[in-house]
Every structure is written in structure tokens, then in C-alpha cells.
């Protein structure tokens, strides 16, 4: 029993971990704006500050993404992509189709900072998990909520 004690304390230990350095980052949001010619579009700019050796799990984006390296250097790549090394004054770029598999500051010692222009459908996230069964897609709060209520009341809302 003691060394199943052992084991899942070393497993949290481990997970927890992993978690800290899978999301060792800052994102601020300096600008989200309509795109009044394109209706339902919008644009966004956000920096992302990475912590020395910081990684993102692998994820992708319901938009154009272009990133451009301020300080540091970031590796970048996309599902079926080469692997990038960028530093200051260079840039990425992601399609909403794209799968983001590589995204970390390449120094375990400094830290990496980035702007990132998005153009994307009005409402979507950010960033969204990859999961193994395919593209995942934004949903709405009203499409969780609407057939919850439905079901509660008869099918009647």
C-alpha cells in the first residue's frame, strides 16, 4: 500500500508538472476589432510571453494566424510543416485548417515573447485542443444551453 502511495504521489508530481511547463505563458489581448467590410469577421491582436522552456500542447485555430517574434527565439510548426526556429523580426504563419504540433520557446534559460495577428469568423476562441478525431470546431453557448432546455421541457422552449 505504501508503495502505491509512492506511485500516484510521483504521478501527480509528474502531471502537475507537466501542466506548469506545458503552459508556462502569458497572453494579452491588445486589440479586438469588427471588420465592417467582411461581416462576421473580425481581427485580433494579441503578445504571447513565454517563460524559459515553455511548450503548448498541440492545438490549432479558427483563423489566420501570423506571428511575429519580438524577443527570444519560439519553434513553430504545423501538421505536416518543417519545424521553425524563429527569432526577433521574423515571422509564422498558421491557416484555420492548420495544426499547430510545435509551439515553445526553444531557450530553457530565456524567455521568448510574440505578437500574433488573427483573422477569424467573429466569436471563436482563440486557440482550440486537437483531438484525435479531427478538426474541432467553435461552439456556441446557445447551442449547449438550447437543447439542455428543450429536453427539460418537453422538447418546448
Known amino acids: ?47 504571447v510571453n513565454y517563460a524559459p522552456g515553455a511548450v503548448d500542447a498541440i492545438h490549432r485555430h479558427d483563423a489566420h494566424a501570423v506571428v511575429y517574434v519580438l524577443e527570444g527565439e519560439v519553434e513553430m510548426q504545423v501538421r505536416g510543416g518543417t519545424l521553425q526556429r524563429l527569432g526577433p523580426g521574423q515571422v509564422f504563419y498558421e491557416s484555420p485548417e492548420d495544426v499547430h504540433t510545435v509551439s515553445r520557446n526553444a531557450s530553457k534559460t530565456k524567455p521568448a515573447k510574440f505578437v500574433v495577428f488573427l483573422s477569424r469568423m467573429k466569436g471563436h476562441r482563440f486557440s482550440l485542443p486537437f483531438t484525435s478525431f479531427g478538426r474541432e470546431r467553435c461552439v456556441s453557448p446557445m447551442e449547449t444551453i438550447l437543447p439542455k432546455a428543450m429536453s427539460a421541457r418537453g422538447g418546448h422552449v
Do not use: C, D, R, Y
Request: a positive charge; hydrophobic letters at 50%.
Open 1 to 47: 500500500m505504501h508503495n502505491m502511495k509512492k506511485i500516484i504521489l510521483s504521478v501527480f508530481i509528474f502531471i502537475f508538472g507537466f501542466a506548469a511547463a506545458t503552459h508556462a505563458q502569458q497572453v494579452n489581448t491588445f486589440l479586438t476589432k469588427q471588420l465592417p467590410e467582411v461581416p462576421g469577421k473580425e481581427i485580433e491582436v494579441i503578445t
